[in-house]
């Protein structure tokens, strides 16, 4: 299968010929360019590149905040900068991108290293919703059947409440339809909501009658970390992560156990994710115009489900 590429520069001669040369050697699909910043993290929302090929001197964004803020829209995408007069030590990026390759390096050069990359795992599904807010239901089994065939049935009841909250947000407070997106890493279950509404979600400002406010509260406490990122042009994509237990080799189907403690140490951070201190696993994004993340942990998962069930049943 190809893989699909997103090319970032604001030289369009530059695109021209690395697109030439990856459909000439096969195994890559261009699926989206663009000049700056904003329209990369756009494309990067809608296309959800399998790779990202940018020039760090875009005319927009300074490259750290398009790096970051293409991180949270695509985190299962490889980043490569190619860029002229930005060099590593001027900005380290160690553990942010796959490669740092100058422009003193042909096109060619960066075409190989590109087919040198190691192909991630990475399952995806989506689906349309809305504006009909009965299709909560839909979503709920859909996340449930994604969870099943991927084999990640661990998360399922997690992904369940999750996806209710941020989909019933979306219908209700976007007043449109919304996309889903689902995709598993070896580390964390990630699912992102895309709407075009105006306004972001705010867990803090919640009163105790709030429905949909004190949803996000449960979203905050089942999730490693989530986020919203503002989409120049308008809308917005809030994503969650749920982490997979580490368990034995020895154990049972992970769908039908539960551990009865986790330590916060066994904990891996999400995709894209840092440590924090005391062994937390920090927020996948947090930096960049639009970006916010909030990182909560939890020592059991049977105890934090039966607290956030009986918090939905008084806030209903």
Excluded at 100 to 106: G, I, L, R
Excluded at 197 to 219: I, N
Excluded at 254 to 265: G, I, L, Q, V
Aim: charged content about 30%; proline content about 5%.
């Amino acid at each position: 299968m190809a893989r699909l590429v997103l090319l970032v520069d604001d030289v369009p001669e530059l695109r021209s010929v690395l697109r030439q040369s990856l459909r000439l050697r096969e195994g890559f699909t261009v699926v989206a360019e663009a000049e700056n910043g904003a329209s990369a993290i756009i494309a990067a929302a809608r296309h959800q590149p399998d790779l990202v090929v940018l020039d760090l001197e875009l005319p927009d964004l300074a490259g750290h905040e398009v790096l970051t803020r293409l991180r949270a829209v695509c985190p299962a995408a490889q980043i490569v900068v190619y860029t002229g007069s930005v060099t590593p030590d001027r900005m380290p990026l160690t553990g942010q991108v796959e490669a740092f390759v100058t422009k003193d390096h042909d096109v060619t050069y960066l075409v190989d290293l590109l087919a040198r990359l190691t192909v991630r795992r990475r399952d995806t599904a989506r689906i349309d919703l809305g504006p009909d807010t009965s299709h909560v239901a839909v979503a709920r089994r859909f996340v449930t059947e994604r969870c099943r065939d991927w084999g990640c049935g661990d998360v399922a009841e997690d992904a369940e409440l999750v996806v209710s909250e941020l989909v019933t947000n979306a219908l209700v407070h976007g007043e449109s339809r919304c996309e889903l997106r689902a995709g598993l890493s070896d580390a964390a279950l990630r699912l992102q909501v895309v709407d075009d509404g105006d306004g972001t979600p705010d867990p803090l400002s919640a009163g105790d009658t709030d429905e949909h406010g004190r949803g996000l509260l449960l979203v905050s406490a089942l999730c490693a970390a989530w986020g919203v990122e503002i989409l120049p042009g308008g809308g917005k994509i809030v994503w969650a992560e749920l982490l997979r237990p580490v368990r034995d080799p020895g154990d049972g189907d992970p769908s039908e156990t539960e551990p009865d403690d986790t330590s916060e140490a066994s904990k891996r951070p999400g995709p894209g994710a840092t440590e924090a201190s005391g062994g937390a696993a920090a927020p996948t994004a947090t930096a960049g115009a639009g970006a916010v993340a909030v990182a909560r942990t939890g020592q059991r998962r049977r105890r934090r489900r039966e607290r956030c069930r009986s918090a939905r049943t008084e806030a209903h």
